[in-house]
């Protein structure tokens, strides 16, 4: 029932609000998933390095080892998080803030 | 010596274009927002580089190499380490920073508290962090250019300082800047040539060099080892460290300040994490190189601890020229990375300590510039005389302590400034003394201090009952910080700081731009 309450504020402003809240909620959840993500493959890989040393010192081909592997994964892996927050927040943020403004 | 006359000759050609540069940035630097941010000017490019010249200190060069030169892969636990902080501070930290903060991240955390008590902590744990990494940074530089260039050691520490001094003094945030844009692309550059040699005379393929590795010194130098870091849960600790250590930086953060806006801040750390991750993985190409191609004996004997493996490994690969080349980034580095720490500390002192605090806001332009001057040389001349001082001691665990203590007093009041409504001053100011105090005690009973410094015997220590195994102390106190943050809160209530945090989540988002005055640049008003 959409009553016109005389009196009250107009509604935009609280509108506006609430769609900020939408936006900043979202931007924190995303910022969550991959500061999660980024915090599970590295104590993943850390968890390895300090508990079961031999599995991540296998020996896959001569030259090789498993830890040799993983290492530089971590690192592309971080990189590549970083670029699909950066994505993300191009495309889905910034077009989000422009709409508020 | 012929590679050291070489090796001034491009140091004194460096310093002649950063010098340059500085008179250059001095008549752009009239009012605090240019000296402390370089007037929000600076692309993301050239910040992505200026964050990793900040962030890449000599030992990310010398000492990593030199540690995998001895021990194979385990210096890549430290690569590692030192990059995997930067996603959380693109996901958590920078945007939130830029569109609320001015120039220090206390600026942040005090947003919606109450400013004199929060800033006040905030300087102590900053300044704690500042501190320990300069004089591990000066330390380091006094032995490592008496190596390097046999110049004395205090000579060195003067030379660095006073040179420092002059870049941050008369160019402040547009001349570091530029220095450390200057200095990553030698260190890149340098760093990209040195792995392309190395890899020159194993066919390009890494494996031939690995193999080579393992052949000469046993498959143990491509597997995980307990030398470098040991025990358990220290390994696991010194990854917290060193990953929300990263995180909480005051150099590293000050940076998101000298871009326009959060876009421009997130593709820079964007590009800084890129830099710095194949930074890394060329510095393990050149750690194993220095390994088969010098030996890991030789390095061993030219001292340093190691730190002259990526020099030695130019010299072997490149000669005499590229040998004074790697030397002289090296001291450009070292350089670049005390005068960003300096200006962090600058930007402290000042920005919080004086302006917000001492005079409660209400400083004029003309007097925070020249308070700012006033403590850069504060800071310079506390710097050499620390470099002085310590010189020929132990203080490799200081670069350590202050990743630990960012870790512990900076990170949780600033991820929870950011994130909770519940977040109250007294938490905050707990928070931050704790995370300081407790990484201090921790590491002062452990055996990094008592063992390694105070030269006690082990055995006869670790019965005793306030001893600590633990050489990081961020798996203790970072934890400790967090829960005293979280009940403190808890506890008490702010009326005011969760009225503001509705009205912080928007600046967040939109950033501190009114409706109507669309430019960005003029508006940026005060935190």
């Known amino acids: 029932m959409n009553v016109v309450i005389p009196g009250k504020p107009d509604p935009a402003p609280s509108v506006s609000a609430a769609l900020t809240k939408k936006l900043a909620k979202k931007r924190l959840i995303v910022a969550l998933v991959l500061s999660a993500a980024m915090i599970v493959i590295y104590f993943g890989f850390m968890g390895l390095f300090a508990f079961d040393k031999p599995l991540l010192g296998t020996i896959l081909v001569p030259g090789l080892s498993l830890c040799i592997v993983l290492g530089p994964l971590v690192i592309i892996s971080s990189f590549a998080l970083c670029l699909v927050y950066v994505l993300w927040a191009n495309r889905v943020l910034d077009a989000g803030v422009r709409d508020l403004r | ?527």
Not at chain 2, 132 to 144: E, K, N
Not at chain 2, 350 to 356: Q, R
Not at chain 2, 445 to 471: C, M, N, Y
């Open chain 2, 1 to 527: 010596m012929g590679s050291s006359t070489l090796s001034i000759g491009f140091f004194f050609a460096f310093m002649a274009l950063t010098l340059a540069i500085t008179y250059w940035a001095a008549r752009r630097t009239r009012t605090t927002e240019h000296f402390f941010a370089a007037g929000g000017q600076v692309t993301p490019w050239q910040n992505g580089w200026a964050l990793a010249g900040d962030f890449l200190s000599a030992a990310a060069l010398l000492g990593i190499a030199g540690i995998v030169t001895s021990n194979g892969f385990d210096g890549m636990i430290y690569s590692i380490g030192w990059l995997v902080g930067w996603p959380i501070i693109l996901f958590l930290i920078v945007e939130p920073l830029r569109n609320v903060g001015r120039f220090t991240f206390a600026d942040v955390v005090a947003y919606r508290l109450r400013q004199r008590p929060v800033r006040l902590a905030g300087a102590v744990g900053t300044l704690a962090v500042i501190l320990f990494y300069l004089i591990a940074q000066m330390v380091a530089t006094g032995s490592l250019i008496k190596l390097l260039f046999g110049l004395p050691y205090t000579w060195s520490v003067v030379v660095v300082g006073s040179v420092m001094l002059v870049y941050v003094l008369f160019g402040g945030m547009l001349a570091t800047t530029w220095v450390q844009v200057v200095k990553a692309a030698l260190l890149m550059g340098g760093g990209i040539l040195l792995a392309f040699l190395v890899l020159t005379h194993f066919e390009m393929n890494p494996l031939k060099l690995f193999a080579a590795a393992s052949e000469k010194y046993g498959t143990k130098v491509l597997q995980p080892g307990s030398k470098v870091v040991s025990g358990q849960w220290d390994a696991i600790s010194l990854g917290l460290g060193l990953m929300f250590g990263t995180a909480a930086m005051p150099h590293v953060l000050m940076r998101a300040y000298t871009v326009k806006d959060a876009k421009a801040a997130r593709l820079s750390i964007l590009y800084a994490t890129g830099l710095i991750g194949v930074f890394h993985l060329m510095v393990f190409i050149i750690g194993f190189g220095a390994m088969v191609l010098v030996g890991a004996d030789a390095v061993a004997k030219a001292g340093g601890g190691g730190n002259m493996a990526a020099p030695l490994l130019a010299l072997t690969v490149g000669g005499n020229a590229f040998f004074g080349f790697i030397c002289a980034v090296a001291f450009a580095t070292m350089l670049a990375v005390v005068a960003g720490l300096t200006l962090s500390g600058v930007a402290t002192l000042c920005h919080d300590v004086w302006t917000n605090v001492i005079r409660n806001g209400t400083a004029s332009e003309a007097e925070q510039l020249k308070v700012a001057r006033i403590a850069t040389v504060m800071i310079a001349i506390f710097a050499i005389f620390l470099g002085i001082a310590f010189e020929g001691q132990n203080v490799a665990f200081m670069a350590g302590l202050a990743f630990s203590i960012a870790c512990a007093a900076n990170f949780p009041s600033l991820v929870l400034a950011i994130t909770w409504r519940r977040f109250t001053t007294p938490a905050a100011v707990a928070s931050i003394l704790v995370g300081t105090l407790s990484s201090l005690v921790l590491i002062y009973l452990s055996p990094t201090i008592q063992v390694d410094i105070l030269g006690k015997p082990l055995a006869a220590i670790e019965h005793q009952w306030w001893f600590v195994s633990l050489r990081n102390p961020a798996i203790i106190s970072m934890p400790l910080s967090f829960a005293v943050a979280i009940l403190l809160s808890l506890v008490t209530r702010e009326k005011n700081a969760d009225l503001a945090f509705d009205e912080m989540q928007r600046r967040i988002l939109l950033g501190p731009v009114q409706p109507n005055s669309s430019e960005q640049g003029q508006t940026r008003s005060a935190a």
